[in-house]
Nanobody, 119 residues
């Protein structure tokens, strides 16, 4: 199955920016045909979908991050990025990347990358 490795997290002050990156492996079809998504999980909370991009390039964002986060993909490098601006303390979470194909999503969850927004 497709595996993902996330990176780019860190500690940032409110209003700051971070760029997360996700590299996929175990790809058996052109990367462009995969759907990709970013999730996050805050302490004591359920994992939630932050943003996704499908094979047609359509991007969806959670209402809580619209206008602040931008998802992009590089099919040649088999990567997806999440550019986060205007960060708020409530964005603090472990961020995960996930791959899907058609209507199915990988059961694999990587280590994630920690984002902490605090002054």
């Amino acid at each position: 199955q497709v595996q993902t490795v996330e990176s780019g997290g860190g500690l940032v002050q409110p209003g700051g920016s971070l760029r997360l990156s996700c590299v996929a492996s175990g790809i058996i079809r052109p990367f462009s045909t995969y759907n990709m998504a970013w999730y996050r999980q805050a302490p004591g909370m359920q994992r939630e979908l932050v943003a996704s991009i499908n094979s047609a390039g359509r991007i969806n964002y959670a209402d809580s991050v619209k206008g602040r986060f931008t998802l992009s993909r590089n099919n040649a490098m088999k990567t997806v990025a999440l550019h986060m601006t205007g960060l708020k303390p409530e964005d603090t979470a472990v961020y995960y990347c996930r791959a899907g194909y058609g209507s199915a999503w990988s059961e694999y969850w990587g280590q994630g990358t920690q984002v902490t927004v605090s002054s």
